[in-house]
């Protein structure tokens, strides 16, 4: 029940492609779903968040899909850049009380030139 | 810069040694947290604590204890570190109540090696 499942574990995109990364997740509890980017050596930092009164977020290239009924999220990286090699973790949480972050397992992302 | 800072960077220590793990914040936050991260696993909490004076377990606390010193500091004892510590330490921070921002600060973390 307290699990986030992420896939895929590594993804290499082409300059300019679209990436694209996705998680699931069991509790119908959760109601925040951030994205977190790490650079090697560096700690986390959150990227973008949804919740899930919407069905889809952005934030300049980025963008949350969110999907309620199917209990799965997802984030897509649209013109990937050499910039944007780096460890995507998604999480879930409760909102209410003090909540804490389920993590995903991670997604290593590279963009080749 | 404001923000959440973690000393050391890198320890390496020898199995049954202990040491502290030092963080602290100057956004005022309320609520703090330890993770680990581990190649594979992702981030997985240790302890947290909501307020100064409180503190609760989370998904790994075994191994493990902390102190939340006053509202700024959260420190994480290792009492005899195993092999299986070996990791990198994530301490957060986020202001409770903040209905617009339910996003975490991170530390840069600590590269803690048992041998």
């Known amino acids: 029940q307290q699990q986030v499942k992420q896939s895929p574990q590594s993804l290499i995109v082409q300059k300019g492609g679209i990436s694209i990364i996705n998680c699931a997740y069991e509790?119908?509890?959760?109601?925040?779903f951030p994205w977190y980017q790490q650079f090697p050596g560096k700690g986390p930092a959150l990227l973008i968040a949804?919740?899930?009164?919407?069905s889809e977020k952005k934030e300049g290239r980025f963008t949350i899909s969110f999907n309620k009924s199917a209990k799965q999220f997802s984030l897509h990286i649209m013109d990937s850049q050499p910039g944007d090699s780096a460890t995507y973790f998604c999480?879930?949480?409760?909102?209410?009380?003090?909540?804490?972050?389920?993590f995903g397992t991670g997604t290593r992302l590279k963009v080749l030139a | 810069n404001a923000g959440v800072t973690q000393t050391p960077k890198f320890q390496v220590l020898k199995t049954g040694q202990s040491m502290t793990l030092q963080c602290a914040q100057d956004?005022?936050?309320?609520?703090m947290y330890w993770y680990r991260q581990d190649p594979g696993m992702g981030l997985r909490l240790i302890y947290y604590s909501a307020s100064e004076g409180t503190t609760d377990k989370g998904e790994v606390p075994n191994g493990y204890n902390v102190s939340r010193l006053n509202k700024r500091e959260f420190s994480l004892r290792l009492e005899s570190a195993a092999p299986s510590q070996t990791s990198v330490y994530f301490c957060a921070s986020r202001r409770e109540g903040d209905i617009s921002n339910y996003g975490y600060t991170f530390g840069s973390g600590t590269r803690l090696t048992v041998v």
């Open positions: 999480a879930a949480s409760r909102t209410s009380g003090t909540y804490k972050y389920i």
């Open positions: 509790n119908t509890a959760f109601d925040y």
């Open positions: 949804i919740r899930p009164d919407v």
């Open positions: 956004m005022n936050h309320n609520s």
